[in-house]
């Protein structure tokens, strides 16, 4: 057996780091990565090569990632406190069930949003909208909520979600992820239903729309705007210029000109933006360490090591593992989209949605209470995981452009 490469030593180290001590994640998480850095400078080679000049080109290949995630994480924020002025939120009490069920409901919505939109917005949407209707008082369970109804509504749509998207760039077919919404809406019932009744318990959804609430409609405008240009721009680009996709963030780039274009009718609260890239700059950190980590294969594809998958995207970064595994082939591309887009809602930093969702409530910075609090995100998984392979089995799908074999043998069951 060989040994464990000291690089996930220190990465353990990082992420037990920023469970134990969550008031100081940002220095853990950014001390994290420069000791990694040099531990593979001096004495373990990158995969891009060895010393300073591995390291340049590491950075190389991964700056378009990093950039796309602080644009899109600094950039909604500031779409979701646009959408919070809008009034919106304010009104939907009106349309909600006023007991329990109102805040089902605002996850389902979430849910569907997510698979439209960038779930990271979704994410951002539903934290504004929940806000607002329980009056300030949103609890932790409640928020691992949303983050898993944000998730989980992005993994069967290739627009949905980062990893869903590099499937789709691969060349596998948008109705091989589809049927990840099978354990999706199973997971949204077994974890929706107690986090509805726990934020209720905490503090009852608002009954009525504010007497003073009036919608802004130009606010709308605006919110409507960046996210129809993110969207546009995600799927032009996957559609007519994949060569280069990975050569420039142009959805983050997209969002930030239509918010620019947009300050001449409303202006963004720039206020936000120092919290919102200190949050950022955090979750880039712990995928820098991350891609660091001398992973270059994973067991063979079957569904027993995609479900394992959807555990280790709890504390590891689902990008590289997703890219891995196209490389290798041989995966049922619905449970993997399950798998690597459900499972990091399992812990507050496992998702660049749970990162920016703590980043408007950093109470919930706490792995410890995350999962105390939301414990039925990860019942979730394990049960929408089970109820899809035994309604379709796992079924290899077709091989992805850049594969290095053919889709293998898998067992069905």
């Given at each position: 057996?060989?040994?464990?490469?000291?690089?996930?030593?220190?990465?353990?180290?990082?992420?037990?780091?920023?469970?134990?001590?969550?008031?100081?994640?940002?220095?853990?998480?950014?001390?994290?990565?420069?000791?990694?850095?040099?531990?593979?400078?001096?004495?373990?080679?990158?995969?891009?090569?060895?010393?300073?000049?591995?390291?340049?080109?590491?950075?190389?290949?991964?700056?378009?990632?990093?950039?796309?995630?602080?644009?899109?994480?600094?950039?909604?924020?500031?779409?979701?406190?646009?959408?919070?002025?809008?009034?919106v939120p304010a009104m939907l009490p009106r349309y909600l069930p006023d007991d329990w069920?109102?805040?089902?409901?605002?996850?389902?919505?979430?849910?569907?949003?997510?698979?439209?939109?960038?779930?990271?917005?979704?994410?951002?949407?539903?934290?504004?909208?929940?806000?607002?209707?329980?009056?300030?008082?949103?609890?932790?369970?409640?928020?691992?909520?949303?983050?898993?109804?944000?998730?989980?509504?992005?993994?069967?749509?290739?627009?949905?979600?980062?990893?869903?998207?590099?499937?789709?760039?691969a060349g596998i077919s948008p109705l091989e992820v589809l049927k990840a919404y099978i354990?999706?809406?199973?997971?949204?019932?077994?974890?929706?239903?107690?986090?509805?009744?726990?934020?209720?318990?905490?503090?009852?959804?608002?009954?009525?729309?504010?007497?003073?609430?009036?919608?802004?409609?130009?606010?709308?405008?605006?919110?409507?705007?960046?996210?129809?240009?993110?969207?546009?721009?995600?799927?032009?680009?996957?559609?007519?210029?994949?060569?280069?996709?990975?050569?420039?963030?142009?959805?983050?780039?997209?969002?930030?000109?239509?918010?620019?274009?947009?300050?001449?009718?409303?202006?963004?609260?720039?206020?936000?933006?120092?919290?919102?890239?200190?949050?950022?700059?955090?979750?880039?950190?712990?995928?820098?360490?991350?891609?660091?980590?001398?992973?270059?294969?994973?067991?063979?594809?079957?569904?027993?090591?995609?479900?394992?998958?959807?555990?280790?995207?709890?504390?590891?970064?689902?990008?590289?593992?997703?890219?891995?595994?196209?490389?290798?082939?041989?995966?049922?591309?619905?449970?993997?989209?399950?798998?690597?887009?459900?499972?990091?809602?399992?812990?507050?930093?496992?998702?660049?949605?749970?990162?920016?969702?703590?980043?408007?409530?950093?109470?919930?910075?706490?792995?410890?209470?995350?999962?105390?609090?939301?414990?039925?995100?990860?019942?979730?998984?394990?049960?929408?995981?089970?109820?899809?392979?035994?309604?379709?089995?796992?079924?290899?799908?077709?091989?992805?452009?850049?594969?290095?074999?053919?889709?293998?043998?898998?067992?069905?069951?």
């Amino acid at each position: 057996m060989s040994a464990i490469p000291f690089e996930f030593v220190l990465f353990a180290v990082v992420l037990l780091g920023v469970a134990l001590f969550h008031r100081f994640t940002l220095p853990i998480a950014l001390g994290g990565a420069v000791v990694i850095a040099l531990y593979k400078v001096f004495l373990s080679p990158f995969a891009t090569g060895p010393g300073l000049g591995g390291l340049v080109a590491h950075l190389g290949h991964e700056w378009v990632i990093l950039v796309n995630l602080l644009l899109l994480l600094v950039g909604f924020a500031l779409l979701a406190k646009h959408f919070e002025e809008s009034q919106v939120p304010a009104m939907l009490p009106r349309y909600l069930p006023d007991d329990w069920r109102g805040g089902f409901v605002l996850l389902a919505l979430v849910f569907v949003l997510s698979g439209f939109l960038d779930n990271i917005a979704a994410a951002m949407i539903g934290g504004a909208i929940a806000y607002t209707v329980f009056r300030g008082k949103v609890h932790i369970g409640y928020l691992a909520g949303i983050v898993a109804a944000s998730n989980a509504g992005g993994a069967g749509s290739v627009v949905g979600d980062t990893t869903t998207t590099m499937m789709w760039i691969a060349g596998i077919s948008p109705l091989e992820v589809l049927k990840a919404y099978i354990a999706a809406s199973v997971a949204l019932v077994i974890f929706g239903i107690p986090a509805a009744l726990q934020q209720h318990k905490h503090s009852p959804i608002q009954k009525d729309a504010s007497a003073s609430a009036q919608i802004d409609w130009v606010r709308v405008g605006v919110v409507a705007f960046i996210l129809v240009a993110a969207v546009a721009v995600n799927v032009i680009v996957n559609t007519r210029f994949n060569s280069v996709s990975d050569a420039f963030p142009f959805l983050g780039a997209a969002v930030w000109v239509a918010l620019l274009l947009t300050a001449l009718l409303r202006r963004p609260d720039w206020a936000l933006l120092p919290g919102a890239f200190k949050g950022s700059v955090f979750l880039l950190s712990l995928v820098l360490c991350a891609s660091m980590m001398p992973v270059d294969k994973l067991p063979a594809a079957s569904w027993q090591s995609a479900l394992g998958l959807g555990f280790l995207s709890a504390v590891f970064d689902n990008i590289p593992l997703t890219a891995l595994a196209i490389k290798q082939g041989g995966y049922d591309w619905g449970f993997l989209a399950y798998a690597v887009g459900f499972g990091g809602s399992m812990i507050w930093f496992g998702s660049s949605a749970g990162v920016a969702l703590t980043n408007m409530y950093p109470e919930a910075r706490s792995v410890w209470l995350w999962l105390r609090h939301g414990w039925f995100v990860a019942v979730a998984y394990v049960v929408g995981f089970f109820v899809m392979l035994a309604l379709v089995g796992f079924e290899p799908g077709s091989t992805p452009r850049g594969s290095v074999a053919p889709a293998a043998a898998a067992p069905a069951n």
